[in-house]
């Protein structure tokens, strides 16, 4: 009996003492996959701050702006795409964020709508999640570009603006995409 006594005292004291030991984590900071890390600011073509007024805002959203022909001519504002089901930005779309955030560092006055697309894969809510995520991830980078962020407004079509309908993995490539659309306001 005593040693029964023994045994179950030592099983109880054993499990006390290694099993409620407390043990210690420790919380890691959030990490931006290697992609999508935004490159330094590059604070010699800093400008400041401008703020685009609800005015503004109304027009770009109906569309009562002067699309300027000069950003098109010039091919700077081509289209960057996304993999399936994603919104980091790609290293491909890196040159192309480089080159429109110098010309509009060099073009003050522009403004900028980015607007995020998707294929037709999803339901339409969740598109326009994505595609809202696709234009704020591209908006992001740009202001850590130097740009600032009263010059750019978002707007997502999800899968409404598709580039291409038919039903292959090229042509929802073509579609996973954020475009760039140039805003100057009429008469400057």
């Known amino acids: 009996m005593k040693k029964v006594f023994t045994i179950i005292f030592l099983m109880v ?10 043990r210690r984590t420790v919380q890691l900071p959030p990490t931006i ?6 490159p330094e600011a590059r604070p010699e073509k800093k400008v ?16 009562e702006v002067e699309v300027p022909k000069y950003a098109e001519e010039k091919g700077i504002f ?9 919104y ?4 491909d779309a890196k040159p192309i964020l480089e080159s429109v955030a110098d ?17 037709e894969r999803g339901t339409n809510e969740y598109n326009l999640a994505l595609g809202d995520r696709r234009a704020k991830a ?3 980078y740009l202001i850590a570009l130097g740009i600032p962020s009263g010059r750019i407004q978002i707007m997502s079509y999800g ?18 995409r954020s475009h760039f659309v140039t805003l100057k306001e009429k008469g400057k």
Request: contains cysteine; charged residues 40%; proline residues 4%.
């Open 138 to 140: 591209t908006k992001d």
């Open 159 to 176: 899968e409404e603006k598709p580039l291409c309908i038919e039903k292959t993995e090229d042509c929802w490539q073509k579609n996973r």
């Open 33 to 38: 996959p290697q992609e999508t890390k935004a």
């Open 88 to 91: 980091d930005i790609r290293v």
């Open 103 to 119: 010309w509009l560092i060099k073009n003050k006055t522009v403004l900028l709508l980015i607007e995020g697309h998707c294929d």
């Open 78 to 86: 081509e289209d960057i795409h996304f993999d399936f089901d994603k």
């Open 13 to 22: 004291f054993g499990m006390m003492f290694f099993a409620c030991a407390q």
């Open 48 to 63: 400041p701050e401008e703020k685009i007024t609800e005015e503004q805002v109304a027009k770009i959203e109906s569309r």
